[in-house]
């Protein structure tokens, strides 16, 4: 969610480095100013020089709707840039509140809508307020070489990626870092349609406070909402519409609106997928994202592969690492979960990665021989560096849903043949097995045992695996299912079986696990209604068998020799994801007696080939 960086970013970019403290202060002087843009409207800026002049630099500059501060021409930041290194190798940085957050006039739009044909000086978007910063800055701060980068994580990565499109000619490289990107189909806002309540719920409380101009502080949240089991708060909380009751939003946060009023992919989202415009960029691109982050992992995916298919020519990067949002700006980074990574992989990313590429593009300094997808791989922990993203030697392998909750690399060829459990609204399955008072960070990597004691929840799983097996890319669930209401959400989890042994040997002092531990690998969901048109839901036919496909986000990962594959199936994911009330209707308007139970089948016979879809590297 874009909430993980707000409030953590300070963390990340000024404890680690507390030897640098008056580093900056030191060797850089500070202006506070404002940049009008074409409109009239103000954008407050924040600009940090070099006192060295002996000779000229690149602007580095973030853009960011969580504040340029600390303001005022004697206030420091104790760490500027992407990363220690860079701060020393010296560039002009500059931070800019985007419009209508923060100490910038104007008002600000959730995601701002790419305008491609612009009329006139009104019609301006993030990519003209870009243009119009960097024409500023080249007249009016000296010493500067005439090149410029933005770079930024999670909603200041979505910045980033929308200064390309249109873009200024000083910009020479970009690096989009957990881009915010399509905000119905799979980043922050909804995955595959379904609402993600916990998240948003407990980000807009404070992001979506509405302010009286320009402003320092925000102050306060918009209401109370401190909780020791986010589980039953929300279970107590009830439909979705009771979020807007006096005691919580009551339609003062315009954003909250927006989301509730818009459950169908209609106009509102697709004007706000950035993807379609990232077309014939010529701006070297590097897109970096972690395969545990819960908030956008589609958006560095999905922004590369924009960019690759509808920019063919460009030098166009990838790097995912085994980080969580944003975690490849920490100092270190070398376990997480029960993962040991075995080295300090942040560290690798901001020294061989991210400096080598501003520096070589923006200063003409070193050498950039990347490839173009630098990829962790998780189960036997190295980098793993490729032409291309998804790599050319995978091939498609299934795995078939069988009787006895086996799972087959044969067909089942019986007919007939199904599993059923009952998702009921009063009793969702939790995402995670901790009862916390806010999200569960390792919910992406946490042992999924709690989840398949319980009886709405299937469970299908391998023999044994005779040798190492790796998968990279992305990874399709297709299966066949019926329902006895009109409407229903799907959960498809693939989980790498680990022996406890393995476990309990490498991770020595934690507290031992006792049988295999279900280590989750990968998980999605899809609201039931758009399994075929995200624009134009569609009922389900109570008992009519309907093919149902999900899009689970790429992964690199080996199960290894002696592991078993394993995929669980579910209809509920509380309250990561908000309930649904099996009704075909509209879900933000459902009232208490709206919500019942479906039984739901799972088909798996000769005639409803249910799998998951794994792409193997050969």
Not at 140 to 159: C, D, E, Q, V
Not at 377 to 404: A, M, R
Request: aromatic content about 14%; some cysteine.
């Amino acid at each position: 969610m874009k909430l993980i960086l707000s409030l953590l970013s300070l963390f990340f970019f000024t404890s680690s480095f507390s030897q640098s403290s008056d580093f900056v202060k030191e060797n850089y002087n500070k202006t506070d100013t404002t940049i009008t843009m074409r409109d009239g409207i103000k954008l407050y800026t924040v600009i940090y020089v070099p006192k060295d002049q002996s000779q000229k630099y690149p602007f580095l500059i973030e853009r960011t709707p969580y504040s340029a501060g600390p303001y005022g021409k004697n206030n420091y930041k104790k760490r500027i840039g992407p990363n220690e290194a860079l701060m020393h190798e010296k560039y002009i940085f500059v931070y800019q509140d985007v419009r209508g957050r923060y100490m910038s006039e104007g008002h600000n739009k959730e995601v701002t809508p790419y305008i491609p044909d612009k009329k006139s000086n009104k019609d301006v978007d993030e990519s003209s307020d870009t243009y119009d910063t960097m024409d500023w800055l080249l007249k009016n701060i000296k010493n500067n070489n005439g090149r410029a980068g933005l770079y930024g994580i999670s909603y200041p990565g979505f910045y980033a990626t929308a200064s390309l499109p249109g873009a200024h000619p000083s910009i020479k490289a970009v690096s989009p870092q957990a881009p915010v990107t399509d905000e119905f189909i799979g980043d922050d806002a909804n995955h595959n349609g379904a609402f993600f309540l916990l998240d948003n719920f407990m980000f807009m409380n404070y992001f979506g406070k509405e302010r009286n101009g320009p402003t320092e502080d925000y102050g306060s949240t918009m209401f109370d909402a401190k909780t020791n089991d986010v589980y039953q708060f929300f279970l107590n909380l009830g439909s979705i519409k009771n979020t807007q009751s006096a005691k919580y939003f009551n339609h003062r946060s315009y954003i909250w609106n927006e989301y509730l009023a818009h459950d169908t992919y209609d106009d509102y989202w697709q004007k706000r997928n950035i993807r379609q415009y990232l077309k014939n960029i010529k701006i070297p691109t590097l897109v970096v994202g972690g395969w545990f982050d819960a908030e956008d992992l589609f958006g560095s995916l999905h922004t590369y592969q924009a960019i690759e298919k509808q920019s063919r020519e460009n030098k166009n990067f990838l790097v995912m690492g085994p980080w969580t949002h944003g975690a490849w700006a920490r100092n270190g980074w070398n376990k997480f979960g029960s993962y040991d990574f075995g080295s300090n992989t942040s560290a690798y990313f901001q020294d061989s990665l991210q400096t080598k590429f501003f520096n070589y593009f923006l200063k003409d300094e070193g050498t950039w021989n990347t490839s173009e997808a630098t990829v962790f791989e998780t189960g036997t922990n190295q980098w793993l560096h490729f032409k291309q993203w998804p790599p050319e030697n995978i091939s498609d392998v299934s795995y078939y849903f069988d009787s006895d909750k086996k799972l087959s690399n044969q067909k089942n060829n019986s007919t007939n043949s199904f599993d059923e459990y009952i998702s009921d609204p009063a009793n969702p399955v939790p995402y995670t097995a901790k009862v916390q008072g806010r999200r569960n960070n390792e919910y992406m990597v946490e042992d999924q045992r709690f989840a398949a004691s319980r009886n709405d929840v299937l469970v299908y799983e391998s023999p044994a695996l005779n040798e190492d097996v790796t998968i990279a890319g992305p990874i399709l669930a297709d299966f066949f299912a019926s329902i006895s209401t009109t409407d229903a959400d799907f959960i498809v989890k693939l989980i790498d079986v680990v022996p406890a042994e393995e476990i309990n040997e490498a991770n020595p002092t934690k507290e031992a696990t006792n049988g295999d531990f279900q280590r989750l690998v990968r998980a999605e969901v899809m609201r039931g209604k758009f399994r075929n048109d995200y624009v134009h839901p569609e009922p389900f036919v109570p008992g009519k068998i309907s093919e149902v496909k999900i899009n689970l986000n790429d992964v690199c990962h080996t199960f290894k020799k002696g592991h078993k594959i394993m995929v669980q199936v579910q209809s509920s994911w509380f309250p990561l994801v908000d309930m649904n009330p099996q009704k075909f209707m509209r879900i933000p308007d459902a009232n208490e007696n709206d919500f019942q139970k479906s039984t739901i089948k799972i088909y798996h016979d000769k005639n409803h080939d249910s799998k998951i879809v794994l792409p193997v590297l050969k």
